[in-house]
């Protein structure tokens, strides 16, 4: 996938790519899936990761509402 492909699969809210890679969002260092029902961020914000373990190195919290059954207590 291109990064182009991807801010367009994010943009569509397209839940068939969950678990495939990984959108952060700069402005609110929240880290959601592709098709994630919140607000989509603006193009200059997005961050793709293939990892969910880089995103979270690199300081990004999980999305409440997206990942919220992948919160631990
Ligand atoms: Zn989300």
Redesign the pocket.
Known sequence: MTQEEKIEICQRRDKSYTGKFYLAVKSTK?V??PG?S?KVPSEKNMVFYDMLEEVLADGYRL?K???KEMWRQ
């Open positions: 929240i959601c899936n994630c919140s999305c509402i997206c990942m």
